[in-house]
T-cell receptor, first 114, second 114 residues
Framework: ETGVTQSPTHLIKTRGQQVTLRCSSQSGHNTVSWYQQALGQGPQFIFQYYREEENGRGNFPPRFSGLQFPNYSSELNVNALELDDSALYLC?????????????FGPGTRLTVT | AQSVSQHNHHVILSEAASLELGCNYSYGGTVNLFWYVQYPGQHLQLLLKYFSGDPLVKGIKGFEAEFIKSKFSFNLRKPSVQWSDTAEYFCAVNAGAAGNKLTFGGGTRVLVKP
């Protein structure tokens, strides 16, 4: 069974730029959630995708957007990067068929905005 | 909005000592409760979960947690810690009305001295 994978591992961007982060869900999982973990804090829910549509969103501005593909992989896009966007971005997958609320996390992408 | 509080930010203890980490949440309805652990350099892993039934749940690596509904608490315990338990521990809550979103506490860093 393949776990959740994310790419890239690390990324450095300049303020105002745009970034795309990628996530492949665990085998058999059809739901992907994205979280932002700032240094020294717990993860914060950004949004979730199910059946290629956004299925819930946290308190993040519209410049945070996402996609889910037919193979259940997902992208997180952030436009007009700000310094405060520097964080670890976590992807978690789950299955609507079994334990919906049990999420499995990937290793994360460390984004640094300078 | 639901919130999760973890009372201790840092805990330092010696091997064989007992560990208890506090977690309180604010939500009056049905909740699903989780403890995740993040070992140094590794991704978030599920330690244990509570959905319903016996309020005392056992997880991996000798950890257990007790759900006390009247206190809105879900404290994590381990009778005798090992050096390998050095990690950051996160309590998370999924409230029924919030869909599949997890709300995390701020985390507790645990350092076990050999």
């Amino acid at each position: 069974e393949t776990g959740v994978t994310q790419s890239p591992t690390h990324l450095i961007k300049t303020r105002g730029q745009q970034v795309t982060l990628r996530c492949s869900s665990q085998s058999g999982h059809n739901t992907v959630s994205w979280y932002q973990q700032a240094l020294g804090q717990g993860p914060q829910f950004i949004f979730q995708y199910y059946r290629e549509e956004e299925n819930g969103r946290g308190n993040f501005p519209p410049r945070f957007s996402g996609l889910q593909f037919p193979n259940y992989s997902s992208e997180l896009n952030v436009n007009a990067l700000e310094l405060d966007d520097s964080a670890l971005y976590l992807c978690a997958s789950s299955s609507s068929g079994t334990s919906v609320y049990e999420q499995y996390f990937g290793p994360g992408t460390r984004l640094t905005v300078t | 909005a639901q919130s999760v509080s973890q009372h201790n930010h840092h805990v330092i203890l010696s091997e064989a000592a007992s560990l208890e980490l506090g977690c309180n949440y604010s939500y009056g309805g049905t909740v699903n409760l989780f403890w995740y652990v993040q070992y140094p350099g590794q991704h978030l892993q599920l330690l244990l979960k509570y959905f319903s039934g016996d309020p005392l749940v056992k997880g991996i690596k000798g950890f257990e947690a007790e759900f006390i509904k009247s206190k809105f608490s879900f404290n994590l315990r381990k009778p005798s810690v090992q050096w390998s338990d050095t990690a950051e521990y996160f309590c998370a809550v999924n409230a029924g009305a919030a869909g599949n979103k997890l709300t995390f506490g701020g985390g507790t860093r645990v350092l076990v001295k050999p």
